[in-house]
């Protein structure tokens, strides 16, 4: 089996930076991609940002410019620096990976547990 477990979040005031961290472990083959999505109270979850194993990060039109993502694919963690914080961010904050177990297994989706991040004065 697979875990994903984040860590960061918090509050912080408008024009604040935060860093979120998303680590995985377990029988891990291959990650295909790792991305990053929020999910604020009332509304559906979002794509935030994505980053596909060898290919192009894609980021909501909301963030670009502001935030950023990062893999470390050694040590399959995948990092969100946040900066330019603004209150519309505010969200609960789930990183995705999606990642084969062997070699001719389809990629099967894993999520963290969430990590809230409030943005307020």
């Known amino acids: 089996q697979v875990q994903l477990v984040q860590s960061g979040g918090g509050l912080v005031q408008p024009g604040g930076s935060l860093t979120l961290s998303c680590a995985a472990s377990g029988r891990i083959f291959s990650i295909v991609l790792m991305g990053w999505y929020r999910q604020a109270p009332g509304k559906e979850r979002e794509l935030v940002a994505i980053k596909p194993s060898g290919g192009d990060t894609a980021y909501a039109d909301s963030v670009k410019g502001r935030f950023t993502i990062s893999e470390d694919n050694a040590e399959n963690t995948v990092d969100l620096q946040m900066n330019s914080l603004k209150p519309e961010d505010t969200a609960e904050y789930y990183c995705?990976?999606?990642?084969?177990?062997?070699?001719?297994?389809?990629?099967?989706?894993?999520w963290g547990q969430g990590t809230q991040v409030t943005v307020s004065s």
């Open positions: 995705n990976f999606k990642i084969r177990g062997s070699a001719f297994a389809p990629p099967k989706d894993y």
